[in-house]
């Protein structure tokens, strides 16, 4: 997500954190689209933030983005950096891929898991965890009662 802001733009930009709520943006000068902090969604000049290839995130769509981009609820995607020709899309389960110029204003995301970074954010741990099922502990009889039961 980084080449085509950083390239032309000279704009700072910034890393993407797990757990860090962000949004598609699109810019007022050209129909591109970037991915900007949640802050950001409104500013005159707001810092892209850099997605690395291989990065996972669960979109937050309304109804009707969902409808629009033929979507469940809550998706999660994994980014790519395609090379040939340079794109940047969202790779959803089965293989479906969207361009980030194709996806609307405003659409909210959130960081799950950035390369390097396998630890898992607190949004996805707290979803995820099984419930702790403990086996029942067999009750425990005393030596005595085990010896009195074989006379």
């Known amino acids: 997500m980084c080449w ?5 733009f000279g704009q700072a930009t910034l890393q993407a954190e797990i757990g860090q709520r962000l949004c598609v943006r699109k810019m007022y000068w050209d129909a591109a689209r970037w991915v900007v902090r949640e802050s950001d969604l409104k500013t005159k000049k707001p810092a892209p933030v850099c997605l690395l290839d291989g990065t996972r995130v669960v979109f937050r769509t309304t109804e009707t983005e969902q409808a629009s981009l033929q979507l469940s609820p809550e ?5 790519r950096m395609l090379q040939d020709p340079k794109r940047d899309v969202f790779e959803f389960e089965g293989g479906r891929q969207i ?3 194709q996806l609307p204003g405003g659409l909210v995301l959130d960081v799950l898991v ?6 898992l954010s607190t949004l996805v741990t707290m979803e995820t965890l099984p419930e702790q099922v403990t086996d029942p502990v067999p009750e425990e009889v005393p030596i005595l009662a085990r010896l009195m039961r074989r006379w």
């Open 4 to 8: 085509y802001s950083a390239e032309h």
């Open 114 to 119: 950035v390369p390097g970074k396998e630890q």
């Open 75 to 79: 998706p999660v995607a994994v980014f």
């Open 99 to 101: 361009e980030v110029n």
